[in-house]
C-alpha cells in the first residue's frame, strides 16, 4: 500500500466496496489527510490514453520556440488563462513569504462553459475568462479538453470518499461541485543552464488553494516534497499508474483544520545534474462553485466549540489567492 511510504488509495476498491468496508476505507483517508493531505490514487479508470495525448502535446508545445509559445500568452499579470513563461510567478508570495521568481514556464486553462444565467462580473472575467490556446501542436485543444474532463469526473469521485471520510453522506458535496470553477496547469521545469539565484527553487514553497489537487507528474521524476508533520521536508515520489493527490487550503477552512493543507514545493536538481534535469507535470486544481459559500461542516465542529473561520465564497476566495503569487507587469 505505501511506495515506499507514502499511501496509496485504490478509487476502485472504494467505488466497489460494500457500505461497511466503504467507510472502513474513508477512516483511511481521515487519517492521511489529517496527518499531511498527500496520497497516491490508483485505480482511477482515467483512460492511459486520454493521459498520453494531453501529455505529449504539452510536450511538443513546450519545446517549440518562445516566439511560438507567446502567441498564447497571457495578455497581462493575473489572467488565469493561456502561456506564462518563465519566472512569471513566485508561489510562495501567496503565503507573503518574498522569493525570486519560480524557475517553470506553464500553460493554463479553465471551464469548457460559461454556466447559464451567470452575470457576476468578477467570475466571468476571472474564472470564466477565455482560454488563450496555442495555434500549435494540431490536437492541443482537443487532447486538453478530453484531459480537463476526466479530472473533473475524477475529482467529483474523490469528493465522494471524501464525504465518507468525513461521516457525511456520500453526496454532501454535490451541491458545491455541480459548476466547479476548476483550472488545469501544465507545467515544465526546463534544464537549468545557470545557478539559480539565492532562494531561487521550481516552485517556491506553498499551499494550494482549492479543495483539492490533481496531480500527474513525470514518471521517475524527483524535484516534489512536502514539510511533514516532523518539521522536515520529505520527498513524494511518483507512483506508476497513480495521480498523486492533495488537498487545498479551502477543504482545511472547510473541515476546520481537521484536515490540513500541507507546505510543499518543487526543488531544483542537483547540480551535477543527477536526477533528470528537465520535469513536467500537470496539476488540476478542482475548486467549487464561484457562489458557493464554505462554512465549516458539522461534523468537523466539536460540541461546544465555534468555527475557527468566517465563511467564505469560494471564487472570490480563489481570486485574491492567485493574484498574490503573480509578477507585476
Not at 459548476?179 to 496547469?185: T, V
Amino acid at each position: 500500500m505505501a511506495v515506499p511510504d507514502f499511501p496509496v488509495f485504490d478509487l476502485s476498491g472504494f467505488e466497489n466496496a460494500a457500505p461497511e468496508e466503504r467507510r472502513r476505507l474513508g477512516a483511511e483517508v481521515d487519517a492521511i489527510c489529517r496527518n499531511t493531505g498527500f496520497l497516491a490514487v490508483s485505480g482511477h479508470g482515467v483512460p492511459q490514453a486520454t493521459i498520453d495525448k494531453a501529455w505529449n502535446a504539452a510536450r511538443d508545445f513546450f519545446d517549440r520556440p518562445a516566439e511560438e509559445k507567446n502567441e498564447a500568452r497571457a495578455p497581462y499579470a493575473g489572467y488565469p488563462y493561456g502561456y506564462l513563461g518563465p519566472q512569471s510567478e513566485a508561489l510562495a508570495k501567496s503565503r507573503n513569504v518574498d522569493t525570486p521568481p519560480d524557475l517553470k514556464e506553464s500553460f493554463n486553462g479553465g471551464p469548457a462553459a460559461v454556466p447559464g444565467g451567470l452575470t457576476d462580473k468578477d467570475a466571468l472575467a476571472f474564472c470564466y475568462a477565455e482560454t488563450i490556446w496555442p495555434v500549435a501542436p494540431d490536437g492541443f485543444r482537443d487532447a486538453w479538453q478530453a484531459y480537463y474532463a476526466a479530472m473533473e469526473d475524477l475529482a467529483a469521485r474523490i469528493m465522494r470518499v471524501f464525504a465518507v471520510a468525513l461521516d457525511l453522506p456520500e453526496s454532501f458535496f454535490a451541491a458545491a461541485i455541480d459548476r466547479p470553477i476548476s483550472a488545469l496547469r501544465a507545467l515544465n521545469y526546463p534544464d537549468q543552464e545557470t545557478p539559480p539565484e539565492p532562494g531561487q527553487l521550481r516552485a517556491g514553497a506553498h499551499t494550494d488553494y482549492g479543495s483539492l489537487t490533481i496531480l500527474l507528474p513525470q514518471v521517475g521524476s524527483g524535484g516534489l516534497e512536502i514539510f511533514t508533520p516532523e518539521g522536515e521536508w520529505r520527498a513524494v515520489p511518483p507512483v506508476p499508474g497513480a495521480f498523486v493527490i492533495n488537498i487545498g487550503d479551502l477543504m482545511a477552512l472547510w473541515t476546520n483544520d481537521r484536515w490540513v493543507s500541507t507546505l510543499h514545493r518543487v526543488v531544483n536538481p542537483e547540480p551535477d545534474g543527477s536526477g533528470s534535469a528537465r520535469r513536467q507535470s500537470f496539476a488540476f486544481f478542482h475548486q467549487p462553485n464561484w457562489d458557493y459559500e464554505i462554512a465549516c461542516i458539522p461534523s468537523c465542529l466539536e460540541p461546544g466549540t465555534t468555527p475557527k473561520y468566517e465563511p467564505v465564497l469560494s471564487g472570490p476566495y480563489l481570486m485574491g489567492k492567485f493574484k498574490s503569487t503573480v509578477k507585476a507587469a
